[in-house]
């Protein structure tokens, strides 16, 4: 049974940094991609970066230079550092994982940038 748990959220000010992780209970390598995805109150979910297996990101426009994902595969963890962090970044931050056409989804951590 594929779990991926989420942490590393919290309260941040403006200007700050946090590092998400994902930790997984099988190996990330059986993953065709791994994702965070976001959801602000009032708001659908987005995709916020995506990796691939052979290592190709996709990052949404508004985290481009200031949020970057990575993998460590003897952890079976992603992460996802986050900088620069602004107000609207305040969301639920979900993990997602794609393996053999089936989706598997965290619980999500909570990200709240304010001052």
């Known amino acids: 049974q594929v779990q991926l748990v989420e942490s590393g959220g919290g309260l941040v000010q403006p200007g700050g940094s946090l590092r998400l992780s994902c930790a997984a209970s099988?190996?990330?390598?059986?993953?065709?991609?791994m994702a965070w995805y976001r959801q602000a109150p009032g708001k659908q979910r987005e995709l916020v970066v995506r990796?691939?297996?052979?290592?190709?990101?996709n990052y949404v426009d508004s985290v481009k230079g200031r949020f970057t994902i990575s993998r460590d595969t003897a952890k079976n963890t992603v992460y996802l550092q986050m900088n620069s962090l602004k107000p609207e970044d305040t969301a639920v931050y979900y993990c997602?994982?794609?393996?053999?056409?089936?989706?598997?989804w965290g619980e999500g951590t909570l990200v709240t940038v304010s001052s």
């Open positions: 990796i691939t297996s052979d290592g190709n990101t």
């Open positions: 099988v190996s990330i390598v059986s993953f065709k991609t």
């Open positions: 997602n994982a794609l393996r053999f056409l089936t989706n598997y």
